[in-house]
């Protein structure tokens, strides 16, 4: 008995001498340089995969995004995951400049290969959707991916140039390429005086209408005004028939059309020079208000747009059953194509209306592409942008893929105009925009006024104490954590 | 080696050779596990904690990363959104657990059953298991679409609708159908489980209790569920934490985290802050508050199964 103790003890003493050994060696092991830069550049992972460009099936009924994030406990915020879709090195011989962009349809694919036709760049794509592609850019810019050249939407300027994320450009984008592109479309790329990126297109909302409904209802033209336009809506509204739909999801759509409405009236604001907001007491209250009775005084608009986002509008315009729709360009040549739209030939386009001493409001949701300072080859990226700036691209774009051009002069170009149904109505529209806030900080703001907007629209708090509310919430988010 | 290491020998007789290899052996055999935890777990546990404690605001580099302390957790503490996402969040895990113990214990119960078909039936039941959650959420989303999606349809043509209801514009039921959803494809595994736990409980006690003139019910009552429960422990301890961290269906189904952040769990908030906003430091000093509530409800669950460890 008192041998067994004793070799128990014996073994017990070994097996911690042991333990510690092996503890130490693999404690030890992971100071050496190849473990220890693995577990720096990714700060360790998470199970966070991404998956790029797997957007959902189709499109799916509320536009989702389908990439799994699956964050764990306190792993998640340590964890910028490095996004695993970068490009290979470059190939023998050429160059390669590494883009993300959305070009989901494939539509802008022959221009690139026009590029690399041009001038012997590769370009190698990730493309995602929309909603998911500031995720991804934040994940390149934290996680060191081998991205170059990103799309920028004009919201996110200030957050990236602020951030120091992209090149300043103003040296590279000289007055002759200035020249033909208008105010407009440069300040989409602008913050605080310089150039962050090439404008890219130009874009806004327009009014699209089912002209056979609206004639059926007795109007010839379409509505000028708010006003004109709830009496259109109503007049068209009747079993299985919705005079208008929107893009009133709780999302970025929401703010542009409230937007668009906001700036119907003349001196309209949304923050004012030090960044306060002052949207509730210039213009966004009475906005909000004609919002939330089209829905529920007039129901002349389906209550399913407080779900909806742009791509669900178009669909629903499709379907041929709703008269007016607020939405970005690239509706028209599919809501006119007989195999795809039960609408054709009926869908117009004209001015999104205005008020009293406003012609017309629209919201300016034109995009950039910019260099990351990250990017490896810097000449090629700039080349790739020059590229896309030129009339070569800019006029393709415009036939192929609805793409505005951001050159003036390509707006009288008579191939266009014959090729474009209705082209000089989308330059007319680009002269009456409104610009969201170039703030960093620009996306929290949005999302906290997207809330209350829609607390309103589900007439869980009324207009005005929704909108106070968010110009609070606005003024304190300044004081970030 | 012929001979076990436990076999009485006078010390210092042992071979040391022998007794090296054996236990060396199994300790470098586990070393690579350290290591891979180590690296995966170990190293980001302690970073992130060492980056709750600053103020990284990635959005503004020119402001630095001062050193805060508890700064984030208090600052955290004090917002009412953080409070507001913790209650989604404890309505959906409650909802959601819940409603999978309740039919999980049924379809368990059920398929304990000998009847033709159970093969089948079994199969069948794992099926929305093995589907991933996006395409689980995308399934949903469609099935739900006002305009053409089939539970609208049905519910019209049954009567029990008037007009279609946009179902994920309304901040009550997105997310009960949410639940709904995520129930759906959750409940096999807690079928699984607890039919796992029926399967040692003897029929002699069923047929004892029969013969003591026990009704059906009484007899799930009585025989049945105590002999469950640490099996039932387990499986709502793990589904809770599962459930917890939800993020996935929520973001495939909402984007934003619903009607008027109605959906806005903690993960999700967690993940606007983190990822949309770039407050680093605060977004890591939220996830290890989710952590120390886990870690409550972990407590609380071991200390409910005791009684059931010792006897």
Request: glycine share 8%.
């Amino acid at each position: 008995m008192g041998d067994d103790a004793q070799s128990d003890r014996f073994s017990r003493r070994t097996f911690l001498r042991r333990a510690a050994i092996a503890g130490g060696a693999a404690l030890a092991s992971t100071l050496l340089p190849s473990c220890g830069s693995s577990a720096s550049t990714a700060g360790g992972t998470t199970p966070a995969s991404s998956t790029s460009g797997s957007a959902a099936t189709g499109s799916a009924a509320s536009a989702a995004p389908a990439a799994t994030v699956t964050t764990g406990s306190a792993t998640s915020a340590a964890a910028a995951a490095t996004s695993t879709e970068t490009g290979a090195a470059a190939a023998a011989g050429g160059e390669v400049v590494n883009f993300l962009w959305t070009d989901t349809n494939n539509t802008r694919q022959p221009l690139i290969a026009d590029f690399t036709k041009a001038t012997g760049i590769k370009v190698n794509q990730t493309q995602v959707q929309y909603n998911e592609l500031l995720d991804k850019i934040n994940t390149a810019t934290q996680g060191g991916g081998s991205v170059d050249v990103i799309e920028m939407d004009t919201i996110w300027t200030a957050q990236f140039a602020a951030a120091g994320w992209v090149e300043d450009l103003s040296s590279r984008i000289t007055d002759p390429i200035k020249k033909d592109v208008p105010e407009s479309s440069l300040s989409a790329v602008t913050y605080q005086g310089k150039l962050y990126g090439m404008p890219w297109f130009n874009s806004a909302k327009h009014l699209f209408y089912n002209a056979k409904l609206l004639q059926a209802a007795g109007f010839d033209k379409p509505p000028t005004t708010l006003d004109e336009f709830t009496t259109q809506a109503k007049a068209t509204t009747k079993a299985g028939q919705w005079g208008s739909i929107w893009s009133w999801k709780q999302s970025e759509g929401l703010i542009c059309d409230w937007i668009c409405l906001m700036f119907t009236q003349k001196g309209a604001q949304i923050l004012d020079a030090n960044g306060k907001a002052v949207f509730n007491t210039m213009g966004g209250t009475e906005a909000l208000q004609w919002m939330v009775d089209l829905l529920y005084k007039h129901k002349a608009a389906d209550t399913a747009s407080l779900e909806s986002t742009e791509s669900d509008v178009q669909k629903a315009l499709e379907t041929g059953t709703y008269a007016l729709t607020y939405n970005w360009e690239g509706v028209l040549p599919e809501a006119n194509d007989p195999s795809k739209s039960k609408a054709a030939p009926n869908i117009k386009i004209a001015l999104l209306p205005g008020g009293k001493d406003v012609k017309s409001a629209s919201v300016n949701g034109s995009e950039g592409w910019a260099i990351l300072k990250q990017a490896r080859n810097k000449d090629a990226a700039w080349k790739l942008l020059e590229y896309m700036a030129s009339p070569a691209w800019q006029k393709k774009a415009a036939t192929d893929a609805g793409d505005y051009p951001i050159l003036s002069s390509l707006y009288n170009d008579p191939d266009l105009q014959k090729n474009v149904q209705d082209f000089p109505l989308y330059g007319e529209q680009f002269k009456y925009l409104a610009v969201r806030p170039q703030v960093p900080g620009y996306a929290q703001k949005s999302d906290i006024i997207q809330r209350h907007l829609h607390e309103a629209l589900l007439q869980k708090a009324s207009p005005k104490d929704a909108m106070d509310a968010a110009a609070a919430e606005v003024n304190k988010a300044n004081a970030a954590p | 080696m012929d001979r076990p290491l436990s076999s009485p020998l006078p010390p210092g007789k042992r071979s040391p050779g022998a007794e090296f290899s054996e236990l060396t052996l199994g300790l470098l055999m586990l070393a690579p596990t350290a290591l891979v935890l180590l690296l995966v777990v170990g190293y980001p546990l302690v970073s992130s904690f060492w980056l709750s404690l600053f103020r990284v605001n990635l959005a503004n580099p020119e402001q630095g990363q001062p050193f805060v302390g508890l700064g984030n957790y208090l600052h955290a503490l004090a917002q009412p959104d953080f409070w507001y996402s913790i209650q989604r969040t404890v309505y959906f895990t409650i909802g959601s657990v819940g409603l999978e113990l309740v039919l999980g214990l049924l379809f368990a119960v059920l398929l304990n059953e000998r009847f033709r078909g159970n093969l089948g039936a079994r199969v069948a039941m794992i099926f929305p298991w093995a589907l991933l959650t996006v395409s689980n959420g995308v399934l949903w989303a469609w099935m739900l679409n006002p305009t053409y999606g089939v539970i609208n349809t049905l519910l019209l043509r049954l009567g029990v609708l008037g007009a279609p209801k946009a179902w994920l514009s309304d901040t009550f039921w997105t997310m009960n159908v949410i639940i709904l959803a995520d129930v759906w494809k959750t409940v096999p595994n807690m079928t699984l489980l607890l039919l796992a736990g029926l399967q040692p409980i003897p029929h002699e006690l069923y047929e004892a209790a029969e013969v003591d003139g026990a009704s059906r019910w009484q007899k799930f009552q009585q025989v049945t569920v105590p002999l469950l429960r640490p099996v039932i422990l387990v499986a709502v301890a793990l589904r809770t934490i599962g459930a917890f961290r939800v993020f996935d269906i929520i973001y495939v189904l909402t984007g934003n985290g619903g009607p008027a952040n109605s959906t806005k769990v903690i993960s999700f908030y967690n993940y606007d802050q983190a990822f949309h906003y770039l407050y680093f430091g605060y977004g890591a000093a939220i996830s290890w508050l989710i952590t120390a509530c886990m870690l409550l409800l972990i407590i609380i669950y071991l200390r409910l199964l005791r009684p059931d460890i010792e006897s």
